[in-house]
């Protein structure tokens, strides 16, 4: 004799029965199911930002003077307004900067001077951007159908496991339902006898998510036993 025991399990998140290795599968990803409902929606508004922006950006130039008895070094910090002109942007902040060139020399002995070299320095500033306005961000989003397994598993003491799940990737499962060779199961946990003959099982899985779609398919399992009874359900 052959016991067939049936599960159907429903809850509103990520449903794993150990034994369903390609169910579990699914639970990897972000995303699953048959995509639908596709369309374009307002996700959220973004700030924009314009205007001719200014600041000040310093760096600072060595010289050096001689003198009868010696020299001077001599370090000047110079300040340099940078300007750009955006006519759109994200950010209320931005940068600005500038790549400058300037001679410099240094002391070489006890009253002399370097001849000046030619000095090239980036610098840079953070300006400040004028509000323009406000724009909606719209994205291309879907909706997703769940998705719902079966499986059976036989033990050394010909008791044949049918276990269903079911998942829903972007809500919950609201409802499972099961047929086996045809005969409803519901949605509520059952047990049953199976006496072997048949060598297969066909089990159909209905699940319906928080959002009213469906998922609905059939699947045909092997059955490696024997008994008796033509394979009924009793």
């Not at 067939?4 to 639970?27: D, H, M, P, V, Y």
């Not at 000040?56 to 001077?72: E, I, L, M, V, W």
């Amino acid at each position: 004799m052959f016991k067939l025991k049936f599960n159907a399990l429903a809850t509103s998140t990520i449903l794993t029965i150990a034994s369903i290795s390609s169910f579990n599968a699914f639970a990897g990803d972000d995303n699953f199911g048959e995509k639908t409902n596709c369309r374009y929606e307002i996700t959220g508004y973004k700030n924009i930002y314009a205007g001719a922006p200014e600041c000040q950006a310093t760096y600072q130039q060595t010289t050096c003077k001689p003198k009868p008895r010696g020299f001077d070094l001599i370090t000047e910090t110079i300040t340099k307004t940078l300007s750009d002109d955006y006519r759109e942007s994200t950010k209320k902040y931005v940068s600005l900067g500038e790549l400058v060139s300037y001679y410099e020399s240094k002391g070489a002995g006890p009253s002399m001077c370097t001849l000046p070299e030619k000095t090239s320095e980036y610098i840079s500033c953070t300006a400040t951007l004028d509000f323009l306005e406000q724009r909606p961000v719209k994205e291309y989003i879907c909706d997703y159908k769940p998705v719902a397994n079966s499986s059976v598993r036989e033990d050394n003491e010909h008791v044949i496991d049918v276990a269903i799940s079911a998942a829903d990737s972007d809500g919950s499962i609201a409802s499972v339902e099961s047929w086996v060779d045809g005969v409803y199961k519901g949605n509520a946990q059952n047990y049953f006898h199976y006496h072997g003959g048949a060598s297969s099982v066909s089990i159909r899985v209905k699940a319906i998510d928080n959002h009213g779609y469906i998922y609905d398919s059939t699947a045909t399992h092997r059955i490696t036993g024997n008994g008796g009874c033509n394979g009924e359900y009793c």
